[in-house]
Nanobody, 124 residues
């Protein structure tokens, strides 16, 4: 079992920044890929970014590339999502997830473990 706890959400004006954190515990592994997804009301959960635990290689969705940065701190077992130049369309619940297969897929069905989510609201 892997436990994931997100934090850092909140209300921010358009153009502002937030940093989300995801603390992982339990049976974590260096082979995992850690990802961030978001889900707005009435919409499907969508991939935002992911990172390989061992080498820290990131992948981003087109909608956030250049504005968001994913990183991880191995010593703290924590993954971060730095979100800059936020847009109102970024209003959503943000979820941290772990892909134990290490496949690198951006499909949410690939991910085995999920956090409870943290809410981000961007005002115009």
């Amino acid at each position: 079992q892997v436990q994931l706890v997100e934090s850092g959400g909140g209300l921010v004006q358009a153009g502002g920044s937030l940093r989300l954190s995801c603390a992982a515990s339990g049976r974590t592994s260096s082979s995992y890929i850690m990802g961030w997804f978001r889900q707005a009301p009435g919409k499907e959960r969508e991939f935002v970014a992911s990172i390989t635990w061992t080498f820290g290689m990131p992948t981003y969705s087109r909608s956030v590339s250049g504005r968001f940065t994913i990183s991880r701190d191995k010593a703290k077992n924590t993954v971060y999502l730095q979100m800059n130049l936020l847009k109102p369309a970024g209003t959503a619940a943000y979820y941290c997830a772990a892909d134990t297969s290490g496949s690198g897929s951006t499909r949410y069905s690939t991910y085995d473990y999920w956090g409870q989510g943290t809410q981000v609201a961007v005002s115009s």
